[in-house]
């Protein structure tokens, strides 16, 4: 019976995906009630959806144009759009072309068909005026004009060439697919079925310029030692006119190294080979200078050639260690004599070292850690953990069985095919079934623990599924082929450097030691730096999807509630609705629910490559590398198919980006522990039912019930919209508990370790710790529980540092000068005391405070550095101590425009006492407000002692990131309700007046930089409009930015979102400004010797060593803004998106004006005020 004819429309198109199979109860959940939708028989990615309502029956649509992609529904993120597939037998690949292959597709009369190939999508565009990958629109013309003629001509050569740069971006994608799909077929063996496809590509693709496909072919086919294999792929790039490369003639090389010598003819193959290298103008060094080995392939090469040049050396690679860009020149000079030590001197051992090492190389190869949780152990269910116990053993055996079986089918399909498309086997091939058995396992383990109201998609879980079996085929290629052992090696010299980084008499910093190491042994095995191929983000999808089929159709549970104990599923599909999206989700039984609520108060689970290492992080040395030892880590977090600023990342010089490497080596390779007064106070609390009063989660049964009451007409909807809102309190109550669970329990778990946090950025350069859970980047009591691993005493200054930071977390002396702040501080002391000795039986001053926690911690150091025999100053302290930029979005602003009363309002310039720009703007809107209260305003006279800093704070706060008026009136409306004695519409009208005093206020002090910002909009605009182009620059440190905002977030070739672009650019460029400065901060530390780490723009380092890190910070705030950045931004984006002058000389076509438009706001530089940046250096409370 199905109760829902949308639920059946949508449930009919996820059939059509064939990419799980249903349960035989699915439930669906809609905006007003819970319905369940029941299937009968065996519904299965391989049969036909099937309906008794006739207008709902399957028909199939075949295409048979072989140059077609034919356009079907995926699911993504939950959200069901349209987008370019290709069928793979049983399962389907988004973003795989359609290379020749018939596409037949099921569909339901009544559903939409969106069904067409390429050539119906172009015919259809044309009706509407729309050529494919453009937004120009033709009309009929008016007129018989030159004009006329020339913008329809114009029009048409564009949308040609946006088609044909759509199709090279497809071309790009396809044959990275290609390539991955190959490569996995030669290395399980399957080399027959790897050459039909290569060579059925090959003759239907006769412009196919790349040699990337053919050579993943060769290289596989050099190690079989197949000359017979390698002579027929290289015939057919000659045939195809393919450019050969280094690789190539790498792979033939290493092919007749491994022959037998005593063969003849050898010689004259290896001459011809170099004959051919000649004619494509490539030089025989460069193959080992360029090319990355395995194993002893560097030898076979270097072998195949002297078979033709006997007297041949090979030489190596030589690899830069300097930086290029003038902001880090001098830190080029690696011999200069410094008082570096290491960041663990005294504290670990070489034997220790290693053998953490070895722990944590152990840990991610299992992928899983298991920690003890730290609930109360009394009031565990160990009858319900037996119980779970018995199920997980016999899933075991039901997950192993499931692998087999469909494995089996898999293979069995993928063999006795002849058709010419992608298959998903050879992916699935290379883990065993043990393998598999243990991630499904953890996978099951961790879906129990998902929230009953809210989970991630579908989607989501299907993606993180596939890229751990990613992770493990990688780690076991790496087993086979050497780079595991050597990477060991590496690694333990690396952390004996680490224990003692001067010993050589050389200043390496991390990455430059690790380039040395990998120098030193590089004719000694595999390169460390040969990457396997990745795979395509839609296989690690249809892998995921194919797990977690056998997830879904095969666990079931005893279900208690119904008569007699019958098996339902452990897991339903259900769809949650979200505006007018139908997100799939997943949700477990409730009697799965309830055992692992049990085993989560025993013990807990964490994927490895989500906590704390152990030992020092691997040095980022290139875009690939770096992080985790063998866990694979993004360097700059993006979406999955924002590719655009990867392509970028790929083509950077590697000097380029040493800048932003070291910095995330420099935040990464400092030491931390756990301190271990808080974490007990923390735990004392959380398990005695959380305190709202110091923000620590309340168990969910803390919740108390709606009361019931008798549901007749009149109060039915009230008492579904309260039981509605329990639900949702009680999930969302839930979800901070088991977080501030997991973090205590990790806290608890490495208590008394020393561990590291890997570091890696988002796409403006912004740094994040990797491990999401235990990190400084969080709220007070996560912060609280950090300090640093290495202590160091307080010396002269410290103590005072450490007296001022008490104040400054508490926020009740912001706006006083630093003099008074220590003398509240000597004030206080007896409070300061009683908080650090009794902190939940004395007078608690510190609950009072914006940051109780970190106040706490603060006030413990204090009263140890009093106890301390030999003074404060001997006093060894780990505490951090925090300096905090001054609205720092609007320093940059005020910096890149030199405005002289914007920049003493935001602290750039000396004070006798820190500036607030809060504060002055307020004074400037109530200096407007009177002028026109005296003018009769009567809305002006309304708000007459209304006007506060409150009111207009968090308008200011937002400008920099680009808040609308709209934005404006809502946030300073809040703020005004809460005054007594204003209407609504009288809030309204006082929101509207004050959102335009605000800004004009912000203008007046911020004039320049206003302009700057208005660039910024004005360009973003024209750039994703007139070019078409998502917005991009390099930061000052070298790091290259794409905005992956495009009109369909998955679908990399669609137009950009011009409304994100013109929004987003004005924040996130003033984003990579604050990143830049934080970078160069930490490189500059990191030279002198100063332990530093960051929360964006807040600097923390040990009390001695505040005042050394507030010279580095505002020596490197004006050495970057003493360079043209704006201009560089100008130069960047004119070669970037800008046409040629002699192009658009004579074009007076809407399309060119705009054109013309485009070239001049690029080229146009905001005009600067007078603000002398020097004066910087002198301010107390620039950065305080």
């Known amino acids: 019976m199905i109760s829902c004819r949308n639920c059946l429309a949508t449930l009919a198109i996820l059939q059509r995906l064939k990419v799980f199979k249903l349960p035989s109860t699915v439930a669906v959940i809609s905006a007003n009630t819970f319905k369940t939708i029941h299937v009968n028989g065996n519904v299965s990615g391989y049969k036909s959806f099937s309906s008794s309502n006739p207008k709902y029956r399957a028909t199939s649509i075949k295409s048979r144009d072989q140059n077609d992609t034919a356009g079907k529904i995926c699911e993504e993120d939950g959200e069901l759009h349209e987008e370019e597939t290709e069928e793979i037998h049983g399962v389907y690949l988004p973003n795989f072309p359609s290379e020749g292959s018939e596409v037949t597709e099921t569909v339901l009369e009544g559903v939409p068909t969106i069904v067409e190939t390429a050539k119906d999508k172009v015919k259809k565009q044309r009706q509407v005026g729309t050529k494919v990958g453009s937004e120009i629109k033709t009309s009929k013309p008016k007129g018989k004009t030159a004009e006329k003629k020339m913008c329809t001509q114009n029009s048409s050569e564009e949308s040609q060439a946006a088609a044909v740069e759509l199709e090279k971006k497809k071309e790009i994608a396809f044959r990275f697919s290609l390539r991955s799909y190959l490569t996995m077929c030669m290395q399980q063996n399957m080399v027959y079925k790897a050459m039909i496809l290569l060579r059925n590509y090959h003759a239907e693709k006769k412009h196919f310029k790349s040699s990337l496909v053919y050579d993943a072919v060769l290289r596989e086919a050099s190690s079989r030692c197949s000359w017979k294999l390698i002579k027929e792929v290289v015939l057919m790039m000659e045939q195809g006119e393919i450019p050969f490369s280094l690789d190539s003639f790498a792979a033939c090389f290493i092919c007749l190294g491994r022959r037998s010598e005593k063969e003849i003819g050898l010689g004259a193959l290896a001459e011809n080979l170099l004959d051919k290298m000649d004619f494509c103008g490539l030089n025989v060094e460069d193959i080992f200078k360029n090319c990355k080995f395995t194993g002893n ?26 930086y290029t860009t003038p902001l880090l020149t001098a830190l080029n000079d690696i011999t200069v004599e410094s008082e570096v030590t290491s960041n663990i001197e005294g504290l670990l051992k070489e034997e220790n070292l290693t053998q953490l090492a070895a722990e944590q190389l152990k840990s991610e190869m299992s992928g899983v850690v298991f920690i003890k949780s730290i609930t109360n152990s009394s009031s565990v269910d160990n009858q319900a953990i037996s119980d779970m116990e018995k199920l997980e053993l016999e899933w075991l055996e039901v997950i192993r069985e499931a692998i087999v079986r469909d494995l089996s089918m898999c293979k069995a399909q993928f063999e006795s095919t002849r058709r010419k498309t992608l298959h998903i086997y050879p992916f699935l091939a290379i883990l065993s079934t043990d393998d598999y058995v243990r991630l499904l396992t953890h996978e099951v383990q961790m879906l129990s623990g998902t929230s009953d109201l809210f989970s991630p998609s579908m989607h989501i879980f299907c993606r993180n599924l596939g890229l751990k079996v990613m992770r493990e085929a990688r780690i076991q290629r790496k087993k086979e082929n050497g780079q595991l052992e050597k990477f060991q090696h590496l690694y333990d010299r690396y952390c004996q450097w680490y224990l003692n980084p001067t010993r050589n008499g050389k200043l390496f910093n991390p990455r430059q030691m690790w380039q040395q190491l990998l120098v030193e042994f590089q004719n000694e095995g595999s390169d460390l730096d040969y990457e396997e191929i990745f795979w395509p983000h839609s296989v690690v999808q249809s892998v995921g999807q194919f797990l977690y089929n056998i997830i879904l159709s095969n666990l079931k549970i005893a279900d208690h509630t119904s008569e007699g104990a019958k098996l339902s599923p452990a897991f339903y599909i259900v769809f949650r609705t979200k505006g007018v999206r139908a997100i799939r989700e997943i949700k477990p039984h409730p009697q799965l629910v309830k055992f692992y609520d049990e085993i989560r108060k025993k013990k807990l689970s964490f994927d490895a490559s989500l906590l704390p290492m152990v030992s020092p992080p691997l040095p980022w040395h290139t875009h690939r590398q770096g992080g985790y030892l063998v866990t694979d880590v993004s360097l700059v977090r ?15 010089p590697a000097q380029q980006l040493y800048p932003a490497l070291d910095a995330l080596n420099a935040l990464g390779t400092i030491p931390w522990q756990i301190n271990g007064a808080i974490l007990d106070l923390a735990i004392k609390i959380f398990n005695s039912n959380g305190s709202k009063e110091l923000d620590i989660p309340q168990p969910p049964s803390a919740l108390s019930p709606p009361t019931p009451v008798v549901e007749d007409g009149s109060h039915k909807a009230k008492a579904y919209k309260e039981r509605t809102a329990y639900k949702r309190r009680k999930a969302e109550m839930y979800s901070l508990w088991c977080d501030t669970l997991y973090r205590l329990s990790l806290a608890n778990h490495f208590r008394d370790k020393i561990f590291w946090l890997p570091h890696n950025m988002d796409f403006r350069g912004r740094v994040y710790p990797c491990s999401p859970h235990l990190t400084h980047l969080s709220h007070d009591m996560a912060r609280s529980l950090l300090y640093f691993a290495n202590g160091k005493p307080l010396g002269a200054e410290g103590f005072n540092w450490l007296k001022l930071h008490v104040i400054n977390l508490t926020g009740t002396k912001k706006r006083e000068p630093v003099s008074e702040r220590l003398r509240y501080a000597e004030e206080i002391l007896p409070e300061i005391l009683d908080s650090a000795e009794n902190p939940l039986t004395g007078r608690k001053w510190w609950v009072k405070s914006d940051e109780p926690w970190q106040t706490l911690a603060a006030c413990m150091e204090v009263a140890a550095a009093l106890r301390c025999p030999d003074g404060p100053a001997a006093y060894v302290c780990h505490l951090p101590i925090h300096q905090d930029g001054s609205c720092n979005g609007l320093q940059h602003y005020a910096a890149l425009g030199r405005d002289q009363v914007g920049a003493e309002s935001v602290n750039l310039a000396p004070a006798e006492r820190p500036q607030d720009v809060y504060s002055n703007v307020a004074t400037l809107v109530e200096r407007e407000r009177a002028k026109d209260a005296a003018n009769n305003v009567e809305i002006a006279q309304l708000l007459a002692g209304q006007i506060s800093r409150k009111v207009i704070k968090q308008t200011v706060m937002t400008t920099v990131y ?16 809460e005054l007594p004695g204003l209407s609504p519409e009288q809030v309204n009208i006082g929101a509207s007046y004050l959102a335009d005093k605000t800004f004009q206020s912000l203008q007046e002090m911020f004039t320049s930089a206003k302009e700057i910002q208005d660039w910024f909009t004005e360009s973003a605009k024209l750039i994703s409009t007139v070019a078409g182009e998502n917005v991009e620059w390099i930061t000052p440190v070298g790091l290259p930015v794409v905005q992956p905002y495009n009109k369909n977030p998955y679908d990399e070739t669609s137009r950009p979102n011009v409304m994100k672009q013109r929004n987003a650019f004005p924040p996130n460029f003033i984003h990579s400004l604050d990143s830049s400065h934080m970078m160069l901060t930490a490189l500059h530390c990191q030279r002198k010797g100063i332990t530093f780490a960051s929360i964006h723009d807040c600097f923390w380092t040990h009390p001695c060593t505040v005042n050394e890190m507030n010279k580095i910070c505002r020596q490197q705030f004006v050495s970057l803004h003493s360079q043209p950045i704006l201009e560089d931004l100008s130069k960047f984006m004119v070669s970037q998106f800008a046409s040629r002058a002699s192009d658009i000389a004579e074009d007076e076509s809407p399309k060119g004006l705009a054109r013309h438009r485009l070239n001049q706001i690029l080229s146009e530089v905001p005009r600067r005020g007078v603000f002398d940046l020097r004066l910087v ?8």
């Open 1177 to 1184: 250096l002198e301010s107390v409370y620039f950065f305080s």
């Open 962 to 977: 680009g808040v609308t008026r709209y934005g404006a009136r809502l946030q300073i409306a809040k703020q005004l309700k």
């Open 638 to 652: 993006l979406p999955p198919y924002a590719s655009q600023q990867r392509l970028r990342l790929e083509n950077t």
């Open 297 to 322: 392939h560097r030898e076979l090469a270097a072998k195949g050639v002297k078979l033709a040049m006997p007297n041949f050396q090979p030489g190596f690679p030589s690899v830069p260690l300097t």
